[in-house]
């Protein structure tokens, strides 16, 4: 009976104790994000972040309208309302599948990647000469990765928003046989300013919530190599998680509230 | 005068006590050498008196400050005068060795990456290297990394220098070498040493007083020629029988 008690109560606070400890690191990486002087980091890993992302987030955004367009286009068919088709992927990809798709190619590439090279560090006792070379782990690892993802992400989001136009665009004249013009007006003309604003503070907080659980997951890797692969492993299962919860939230405030 | 002093140090690892109401209090310029059974808690004592594991109860003063009290600013600053070298080194691996011997000042200061790297060669050619500073620390052998890591440690002038099994992987002759190197140090830039070995070759010819770390206490402590006359510790007595063989 005690241990049964000592196991749920585990169960209960870990889930807590987590969120509280990312919640603590996500300020603090935030707060010396600005107030740290050295930046010379930042342009190497808005490099690892953004541009070698780009190839990835870019086709993956044109595969995505072609296919959105393919099924959404098939189905208004019936109804003749086809050239509604551009409109559809517009908004989604501004609103939802953007910001989201960008968000989990990041977690997906990048966010493994530092869950691994911290959690190296960390076991290879790094992350500990660091301190004692009186050097925060947290400003000279997350928050230059921090702020190479909030400039980073957004221009992800821009191109991959146009690229999946461009996909679409292609399904859509050549395939489905809408009128090229239609096509394009029909794409842009529900997209409200609004809509765009949303989707780069989303595609920020995701950047922000990424890079932190992955720093994270690397900062408690424990063992060998195989605690570096289970902090990976956790980084992206967790960053994902948390992307689409963030988007059910961040949406919930700024549509339905 | 004191520059160590622990007191009724406890620490504790998801309920297991590892140090136990240990005490222990270090004089300017000694060296002293902890040895004990793998497990026995003395590379946690080294890293909880560096600030890098938090205890549960006691007391730690570096120069007659209590640090367990002090701001994250005030511990870095107390860090700055304290060395550190790792079990295996823990070179950055993405910086070369001089940029991980002058990191401290790169990190740290505005001086300019020339002037850091002279003062990197200059540092690297006290621990006998020559001729590495551009190197990537993959292209380094074990003794190599050692004394690069000793490097990084000596570079901010520090008063207190922490070893952690400063010999364990290396062969015999280079093992040597680095305790030559480490006694050379100590002489030269008269730092306080607290070295963590279970080499007793070493623990002889580098300390000023030997101490035994048993379930997370010290148990017995005193010079080697005190040791090897007056304790009955089985320990102990296997360390000097050892040592006897070697002789």
Aim: glycine share 8%; with cysteine.
């Amino acid at each position: 009976m005690k241990n049964f008690i000592e196991n749920f109560g585990k169960k209960i606070v870990a889930p807590v104790y987590y969120f509280g400890s990312l919640i603590l690191l996500i300020g603090n990486s935030l707060k010396k994000a600005f107030t740290e002087r050295k930046r010379e980091n930042i342009l190497k890993h808005i490099e690892e972040i953004g541009i070698n992302s780009l190839p990835l987030v870019g086709v993956i955004a044109i595969f995505t309208g072609m296919i959105l367009v393919m099924e959404i286009g098939h189905t208004l068919k019936a109804f003749g309302a086809e050239t509604y088709s551009g409109a559809l992927v517009g908004l989604s990809m501004a609103r939802e599948l953007g910001p989201v798709l960008v968000a989990l190619t990041l977690a997906g590439r990048v966010g493994a990647s530092i869950a691994a090279e911290i959690g190296v560090m960390k076991i290879t006792e790094q992350i500990d000469a660091l301190k004692v070379l009186a050097i925060d782990p947290v400003s000279y690892l997350i928050s230059p990765r921090v702020i190479a993802g909030i400039f980073s992400l957004p221009a992800l989001f821009v191109i991959s928003f146009f690229l999946a136009i461009g996909g679409a665009f292609l399904i859509g004249v050549f395939l489905i046989k809408i009128p090229s013009g239609q096509f394009l007006y029909q794409s842009f003309r529900f997209i409200s300013y609004k809509d765009f604003l949303v989707g780069f503070i989303k595609v920020i907080v995701f950047a922000i919530v990424v890079i932190n659980v992955s720093s994270y997951e690397g900062l408690k890797a424990k063992g060998g190599a195989e605690g570096v692969g289970d902090a990976s492993t956790s980084a992206v299962v967790k960053s994902f998680f948390l992307i689409i919860l963030t988007n059910l939230i961040l949406t919930g405030i700024f549509y339905f509230v | 005068m004191e520059i160590i002093k622990v007191v009724n140090l406890k620490v504790v690892f998801e309920a297991k006590v590892v140090l136990d109401m240990l005490n222990l209090s270090v004089e300017k310029g000694e060296s002293i050498v902890l040895v004990g059974s793998s497990g026995c808690g003395k590379t946690v004592l080294i890293k909880t008196i560096i600030g890098l594991i938090e205890p549960v109860e006691g007391e730690i003063f570096i120069n007659g400050q209590n640090i367990l009290n002090l701001p994250e600013e005030k511990i870095r600053e107390i860090r700055s005068r304290i060395g550190m070298v790792f079990q295996n080194s823990a070179l950055f691996d993405s910086l070369t060795t001089w940029e991980n011997v002058g990191f401290y000042y790169l990190y740290h200061t505005d001086k300019s990456k020339e002037e850091i790297k002279k003062m990197a060669i200059e540092v690297l050619e006290n621990v006998g290297l020559e001729g590495v500073e551009d190197l990537m620390p993959e292209q380094l052998s074990g003794g190599m990394k050692k004394r690069v890591s000793i490097a990084r440690a000596l570079i901010s002038r520090p008063e207190i220098l922490f070893y952690d099994e400063p010999t364990t992987g290396l062969d015999p002759i280079t093992s040597s070498n680095i305790t030559s190197l480490m006694k050379k140090i100590h002489l030269k830039f008269n730092t306080t040493d607290v070295i963590v070995t279970h080499d007793i070759k070493l623990a002889r010819e580098i300390s000023d007083r030997i101490g035994l770390v048993e379930n997370g206490k010290i148990v017995e402590i005193g010079t080697f020629d005190f040791l090897r006359e007056k304790s009955n510790h089985p320990l102990i007595r296997s360390f000097v029988e050892m040592e006897g063989k070697n002789e």
